[in-house]
């Protein structure tokens, strides 16, 4: 069984490469030009992720669709936590890595990844995070993991809430092919990073915060949907 940290290399290494940025490139113009006319994707608040700085964007998750819709938001590559499972591919986990993804294990706290995270974001990295974890369903938004407070406070970067409504409607669980459902995608205004030194109960009041905005965002994107 490949060990995580060979799967990090790899991912790494892939990432680094000028031929992984050419077809991040490419792949970010057809879903741009393709896949959101397809969905009718429309978006408000995007100016909330313009600017060189490192950002946290911390969306919810609905279904497989919402990475991959976010991609074209940014004109910087986006990096993201991806499961572990996903990398044991040759072929899909090298387009995956130049696509940014990175193997976090599923379940756990897996502190290579955090670190390789932490440094991304230190170095000035997009990095897409699903405050959610796996994929949920509803507009409710329920408990979030603790790990975006933490990535937020030990780098000092902001997050991005961002809401979004009609992608599990295009492609739920289960699905191998997205309908034609028109998607909303609300992005919220950045939220500073907590304190480097916060208590565990700083950083779930924060965390408590970031509930409250993702609730408003994913209200605002069904509503005008």
């Not at 974890?133 to 780098?155: H, M, P, W």
Request: charged share 20%; aromatic share 8%; with cysteine.
């Amino acid at each position: 069984m490949i060990m995580n940290e060979e799967l990090q290399i790899r991912a790494q290494k892939i990432a680094g490469s000028k031929a992984a940025s050419a077809v991040y490139a490419l792949t970010r113009v057809f879903l741009r030009i393709f896949l959101w006319s397809y969905l009718r994707v429309e978006v408000s608040g995007k100016e909330n992720l313009y600017g060189k700085n490192a950002l946290i964007m911390a969306p919810v998750h609905r279904s497989n669709l919402d990475s991959i819709l976010l991609a074209p938001l940014h004109k910087r590559r986006m990096r993201t936590l991806a499961k572990e499972s996903l990398f044991k591919f040759r072929p899909f986990a090298w387009y995956l890595s130049a696509l940014g993804g990175f193997p976090i294990r599923r379940g756990s706290a897996d502190r290579e990844s955090m670190k390789i995270a932490k440094t991304l974001l230190e170095n000035g990295s997009t990095l897409l995070v699903f405050p959610e974890g796996t994929r949920q369903e509803g507009n409710q938004i329920g408990e979030l993991f603790d790990g975006t407070a933490y990535l937020a406070a030990k780098s000092g970067v902001p997050v991005v809430p961002i809401g979004i409504y009609g992608t599990e409607k295009a492609m739920g669980s289960g699905s191998k092919f997205p309908k034609p459902y028109k998607v909303r995608i609300c992005v919220g205004s950045p939220i500073p990073a907590p304190d480097k030194n916060s208590k565990r109960s700083s950083l779930g009041s924060w965390t408590q915060q970031l509930t409250l905005e993702l609730q408003a965002l994913q209200d605002s994107a069904q509503t005008s949907a």
